[in-house]
């Protein structure tokens, strides 16, 4: 599933990102350029204005909660967000996808201690950052295990990680 995001929902765009969802973030576009921007490249267009939700309601979900828990669990129910997930595959800052590289590649790109105690990376080719296991990685799993139950994500997945310092 892909999505356009606009800018009352940057923590959701964040969150389908870690779920491994293409979720592209916009902001400062008018209702009716976001609106034909989802429809040329085939996006669910996620909005927490209401206003643009009422105006086409088939290419626009609107989003109710304030939560960001409570905004990832209304989707899920409308949406097969996560039958379709592939956790830690996406770029957390630029959308891109994350590709398993091996350890070398992230010798010198990486902090020393890290490069020494993590096995595996993800590297994002668009925006060139390194993705690893770290507290970060840590914390993300806790909270989605939180919001939809113990065990998930599995691990295993493709460019799992923390990130290099942002």
Known sequence: MKFLVDSTAGALCRWLRILGHDARYVSG??????LSMARREGRILLSRNRSLSSRDPV?????HADLLEDQLRDLSGTLPLLEKAKPFTRCLVCNGT???VPKESARNRVPPYVFQTQEAF???A???RFY?????WEAMRAR???MFGPGFPEEGVLGEGGHDGE
Do not use: N, R
Not at 29 to 34: N, V
Not at 132 to 136: C, D, F, I, Q, S
């Open 29 to 34: 576009a008018t209702a009716g350029e976001m």
């Open 59 to 63: 290419a626009v979900t609107g989003i």
């Open 98 to 100: 994350l590709d398993f």
């Open 122 to 124: 993800g590297y994002c």
């Open 126 to 128: 668009t925006c060139d």
């Open 132 to 136: 690893w296991k770290a507290t970060h």
């Open 144 to 146: 989605l295990g939180s």
